[in-house]
């Protein structure tokens, strides 16, 4: 995956995610209900992995390999943000259930603000699989292009 492109999808992910976090921050107080306070920390979650990604970029591109506490927080990113997205699809499904239930009885309308979430939901999940691959791409590129600058180096030693 070229990195540009990873760049790019993890500006977006930044932004649509802090728009979730938001909303769920505001559905806090409004539903006070566990749905809303873990729809908070699974965004933040995301935008903590998006920016950890930009991060890694920026630093560690193009032979700096990931390492200590930088590898520690990678891989428990990683793994947490694996176990996010069935949460972001499930809410996908509940979103385009009611709104299925809802069109099928015509009984009432379905806001702008519905279709909003719903379609910053779906963006959000797709960015997401896409920054899990580029993720693991990226971390396999740092290990390669380091391990070639060290047999470079140890070439030019000997």
């Known amino acids: 995956m ?3 492109i990873l760049r790019f999808i993890c500006v977006l992910q930044f932004i649509l995610a802090a728009f979730m976090v938001a ?3 505001v559905d806090i107080f409004e539903y006070r209900g566990w749905y809303s306070m873990i729809s908070f920390g699974a965004f933040a979650l995301i935008i903590w992995w998006t920016t ?3 991060q890694l970029i920026q630093k560690n591109y ?4 990931v390492a200590g506490a930088q590898k520690a927080t990678f891989n428990w990113l990683y793994l ?3 176990f996010i997205l ?3 699809l499930g809410r996908i499904i509940n979103n385009v259930t009611t ?3 809802i069109r099928q009885e015509q009984s009432g309308v379905v806001s702008f603000y519905f279709y909003g979430v719903t379609a910053a939901c779906l963006t959000i999940a797709i960015f997401q699989a896409i920054m899990l691959y580029g993720a693991f791409k990226l971390r396999r590129k740092l290990n390669d292009n380091f391990a070639r600058k060290i047999d470079n180096m140890d070439l030019m030693k000997a």
């Open 2 to 4: 070229n990195i540009a």
């Open 52 to 54: 950890f990604i930009l």
């Open 99 to 101: 709104l299925y239930h």
């Open 80 to 82: 947490i943000n694996f």
């Open 62 to 65: 193009p032979d700096e390999p």
């Open 86 to 88: 069935p949460f972001i």
């Open 23 to 25: 909303i769920s921050f």
